[in-house]
């Protein structure tokens, strides 16, 4: 009767007569087959660590427990590759450079780093600053691509989980419009671009002279980036096409792999053209969008940014502020 095993064999792989055994002794040999044995743990190694200082509160409460990975693993270095660079990229490089030097102070201890082209610029300009300098600083992404720039570059890495108060968050745009409102979500990272531009107390845009324009909508012809649940894509697919009158709108889909993009968040995203007229409304299409269920977050970031800055060709960089001036500087070339 025993040469056969018992009923649950491929899960405990214990003879049948493990049947006979007592309570305890069953429990006994579970811990012992799940418990690692000595061996196992005396090659487990560990580390200490400094963990960075949390930025001083506002309201005098004690801040949350620094996030275990904000730890500088590897010296300082820069994210941009020696080389000449083309007049765009030299562009983009100036106006995050001019940025950096203004608005990332001394005494700031989180920063966060936004998403795109011109963001690998803001790191090399911090970096650039040393080790001295950010050796008390944290940085928070808002995604794969500015977690990999800070952790390459060997800056702290934290999360705004534990930092929900950001001194200074500088991230790029696709199109800037003269009131500072602006589209975002050309690499699918808006909602989370959108909730560090509104923990930090500064939230300053960079880019290129091309996204400098008076209308969104004016060069950047893709449509509003629309994050959405996938169980919803197809609803406010409808919705948009029927009730907001945006009939080109359509399901972004990647280019490396077959099937839609998918967020870091695991949303889908939808790119919702709107004629020039209704662009010229950002916070309304942005509100009609929202209300529609299934929509996470919208690629519309209005009345948000203090000041935008933009390199140009000639070597200057214009900056716009929230209070309507307008200055041409020269920009920071070492």
């Known amino acids: 009767m025993f040469a056969s095993a018992c009923r649950c064999f491929k899960f405990c792989q214990l003879p049948s007569r493990s049947h006979f055994l007592s309570g ?16 196992q743990v005396n090659r487990v190694e560990t580390y200490v660590v400094p963990i960075p200082p949390m930025a001083p509160s506002t309201t005098g409460a004690q801040g949350p427990t620094p996030h275990p990975s904000s730890t500088r693993l590897k010296p300082l270095k820069s994210p941009i590759s020696p080389g000449e660079l083309s007049v765009i990229e030299k562009s983009k490089q100036l106006a995050a450079w001019t940025a950096v030097d203004e608005h990332v102070l001394p005494d700031y201890r989180v920063i966060g780093i936004g998403s795109g082209s011109t963001v690998p610029y803001v790191v090399e300009r911090i970096v650039s600053q040393g080790a001295e300098a950010n050796k008390d600083r944290v940085f928070i992404p808002t995604g794969f691509q500015s977690k990999e720039l800070i952790v390459s570059s060997g800056l ?6 534990q930092y929900p108060t950001i001194d200074v968050t500088l991230d790029g ?15 699918a990272c808006h909602l989370r671009e959108k909730v560090l531009a ?14 400098n324009v008076e209308y969104l909508g004016t060069n950047f ?4 980036p629309i994050e959405v649940v996938p169980f919803a894509y197809a609803k406010v697919l409808q919705n948009l096409h029927q009730v907001l009158d945006s009939p080109k ?18 949303n889908f995203v939808i790119d919702a053209p709107f004629d020039i007229d209704k662009m010229k409304e950002p916070y309304t299409i942005m509100a009609q969008i929202k209300m529609l269920t299934g929509v996470v977050e919208v690629g519309l970031f209005c009345h948000m940014a203090r000041a935008a800055y933009f390199g140009n060709q000639d070597g200057s960089v214009t900056v716009k502020w929230n209070d309507g001036k307008i200055q041409e500087v020269q920009a920071t070339q070492s």
């Open 221 to 224: 012809k893709a449509g509003v």
């Open 24 to 39: 305890a002794q069953i429990h006994q040999i579970r811990c012992l087959r799940t418990m690692p044995l000595p061996a």
């Open 156 to 161: 702290s890495l934290g999360d705004v989980d």
């Open 249 to 266: 709108a359509t399901l972004r889909m990647a280019v490396a792999k077959a099937g839609p993009v998918v967020t870091d968040n695991g």
């Open 173 to 187: 745009a696709d199109e800037v419009d003269t009131q500072l409102n602006c589209i975002k979500g050309g690499g």
């Open 198 to 211: 509104e923990a930090a107390t500064t939230f300053i845009l960079v880019a290129d002279y091309r996204k």
